[in-house]
Nanobody, 127 residues
Framework: QVQVVESGGGLVQAGGSLRLSCTAS????????MGWFRQAPGKEREGISC????????YYADSVKGRFTISRDNAKNTLYLQMNSLKPEDTAIYSC????????????????????WGQGTQVTVSS
């Protein structure tokens, strides 16, 4: 049974940092590309970052480029999202997802590309 679990969310002041983690089990993690998504109240889910199954390429949405960094540790079956210079508009539920053999550049920011999803973790940025 595949499980994907996010952690690391919380409340932070504007300008602060958080690091999200996403641990996957029940699958060959090193064969899965991974993505981070977020959804704010009343808004559509947004694909903000993804990393290929090889770890060799990454994608960032314009809204987070230069502030967020995605990375993965295959030995720990864990995906990370380092979030710096947080803004109130970053407030959302953040979820990670896994897609078999996902390559960046194949519309990796589209939710429909993914096979497995976590439940999400809340990030709240106060002004």
């Amino acid at each position: 049974q595949v499980q994907v679990v996010e952690s690391g969310g919380g409340l932070v002041q504007a300008g602060g940092s958080l690091r999200l983690s996403c641990t996957a089990s029940g699958l060959r993690f090193d064969r899965y590309g991974m993505g981070w998504f977020r959804q704010a109240p009343g808004k559509e889910r947004e694909g903000i970052s993804c990393i290929s199954w090889t770890g060799g390429s990454t994608y960032y949405a314009d809204s987070v480029k230069g502030r967020f960094t995605i990375s993965r540790d295959n030995a720990k079956n864990t995906l990370y999202l380092q979030m710096n210079s947080l803004k109130p508009e970053d407030t959302a539920i953040y979820s990670c997802a896994a897609a078999l053999l996902l390559q960046v550049g194949t519309n990796c920011q589209s939710p429909g590309r993914y096979d497995y999803w976590g439940q999400g973790t809340q990030v709240t940025v106060s002004s």
